[in-house]
């Protein structure tokens, strides 16, 4: 059951747990390696390895782990190191931040995602052509 | 096929510059500056200054022209503005109002 | 022929409007709204952060390029592997592919964005979403900021005129950003100006103009 025993880390985290579907935790969770959450959080979640939010699982504050997968309902904010991944079904309300963010379609998300990258350079001022021109050139055109 | 089609229920206002072959069977309002050939389908609309290697008119143009090559309106096709452009040929059935300068 | 392409050699300053599907491969920097389908490729460039009522819009978008500015869709909205976005994000149904990266507000509610609630939300998130795009296009390059894009905006109303110097929008940098996002979370109505610095008055603007 528990994805999180097949993967592995480099730390001190070849441990992988997993909160069953019948517990309920209200406070802080904290740990090193990877952690299958299919029951009930309310608070704060750190772990160092993979955090996965499974179909039944319920979180209700600020999770922090080197990647986060959430297939079931979150509410908080989500910082991961590496990836985060929503799949479909899930419900996530917060915002994320990571290396990469991947949503899937179908899942319900609401809030701001911050992945960290550089836009092409050409995108704020194209090549080879002058930069973008002053304003009021471009206005004039596009009213003549 | 590479180059730009702007096709027919799309409305572009403002300025289309490019450097390869645009279509327009849509509405261009404001300026098209293309350094390549510009084709006006039967259906296009452009009300704008239009600067290119060549033109072939078949829909409608309000605007002045500037074309390195060649200009041909076709039939049916309709024209408001001066031409300027080494060669220009226009069909029976076009419609043209303007001037022409073949001075190059 | 509903298919329109804006080729690699192009590039638009104005607006993009109209009925069937448009693949963006060159540039346009202005607003783009089209009924059916937009795509915008790898070469695609888009920069139309200038506020409003969503800048692109269409039944369904696709992005494999660049954008800066407001995505919005009737159905859904696709970044594909390699699509860099700078702006909000909204459509019932949102993907976002391993290599897709956005920065911005994403939200799958409510995409018909004129439903009161909805409404009322993206108001409240407006500030930190009118900051957004200006935060990351500052560390890019100080000269032409995100207001570049504005000229792109044909016959503004004249009160948006009020000029700025370009350099403003570019300075404007996380502090505002960070203040505004635990408030506007909490759905809190966006505070009234002067506690919101530069990044507010866009925000105001923006809700006019969205209504």
């Given amino acids: 059951m528990s994805r999180g025993s097949t993967m592995h880390r480099?730390?001190?985290s070849d441990e992988a747990h997993l909160l069953g579907r019948t517990?309920?935790?209200?406070?802080?969770?904290?740990?090193?390696?990877?952690?299958?959450?299919?029951g009930t959080i309310e608070g704060d979640v750190r772990v160092s390895g993979e955090l996965t939010i499974g179909t039944s699982g319920v979180v209700t504050g600020q999770t922090n782990a080197q990647a986060v997968v959430v297939e079931g309902n979150l509410q908080g904010d989500v910082q991961a190191v590496g990836e985060i991944a929503i799949r479909a079904g899930a419900r996530v309300e917060g915002n994320l931040s990571g290396a990469t963010v991947a949503l899937d379609e179908g899942a319900s998300f609401d809030g701001r995602i911050d992945t960290d990258f550089e836009l092409p350079d050409d995108l704020m001022s194209p090549a080879g052509e002058g930069g973008a021109r002053p304003s009021r050139d471009a206005r004039r055109g596009g009213r003549r | 096929m590479a180059g730009t089609i702007i096709g027919q229920g799309i409305v572009i206002e403002g300025e289309v510059t490019s450097d390869e072959a645009v279509i327009v069977a849509g509405t261009v309002r404001g300026k098209l500056t293309v350094d390549g050939p510009v084709t006006i389908e039967a259906s296009g609309v452009v009300e704008a200054d239009i600067g290119a290697t060549s033109l072939s008119n078949g829909g409608s143009i309000t605007g002045n022209v500037v074309v390195g090559d060649r200009v041909d309106l076709l039939s049916g096709s309709r024209l408001v503005g001066d031409v300027k452009s080494a060669r220009v040929t226009?069909?029976?059935?076009?419609?043209?109002?303007?001037n022409v300068d073949m001075d190059s | 022929m509903s298919g329109s392409r804006i080729g690699r050699g192009t590039v638009i300053r104005g607006a993009v409007r109209g009925e069937?599907?448009?693949?963006i491969e060159g540039r346009v920097e202005g607003i783009v709204e089209v009924e059916g389908e937009l795509g915008v490729s790898a070469s695609g460039r888009v920069v139309s952060s200038d506020g409003g009522a969503g800048t692109l819009s269409a039944r369904r978008i696709s992005v494999s390029g660049a954008v800066a500015g407001d995505l919005?869709?009737?159905?859904?909205?696709v970044l594909e592997e390699g699509a860099r976005v700078l702006g909000n994000l909204r459509a019932p149904s949102i993907g976002i592919r391993p290599g897709g990266l956005v920065k911005g507000h994403v939200s799958t509610e409510g995409a018909a964005a004129h439903g009161g609630r909805t409404q009322a939300r993206s108001a409240a998130v407006s500030p930190k979403a009118a900051?957004?795009?200006a935060r990351a296009a500052a560390p890019e390059r100080a000269a032409p900021p995100v207001r570049a894009a504005a000229p792109a905006r044909p016959a503004p109303p004249p009160s948006r005129q009020a000029p700025r110097p370009p350099t403003r929008a570019a300075a404007r940098v996380e502090p505002a950003v960070e203040q505004a996002a635990p408030v506007a979370r909490k759905g809190a109505p966006a505070p009234v100006m002067p506690a919101l610095k530069k990044g507010a008055k866009g925000a105001m603007k923006k809700q006019k103009g969205a209504r």
Wanted: hydrophobic content about 35%; cysteine-free.
């Fill in chain 1, 10 to 12: 480099s730390s001190s």
């Fill in chain 1, 23 to 38: 517990v309920k935790v209200r406070g802080r969770v904290t740990g090193d390696g990877d952690l299958r959450v299919e």
């Fill in chain 2, 90 to 98: 226009i069909a029976d059935g076009a419609m043209f109002k303007g």
């Fill in chain 3, 20 to 23: 069937g599907d448009l693949e």
């Fill in chain 3, 72 to 77: 919005s869709a009737q159905e859904a909205i």
């Fill in chain 3, 131 to 133: 900051s957004a795009p």
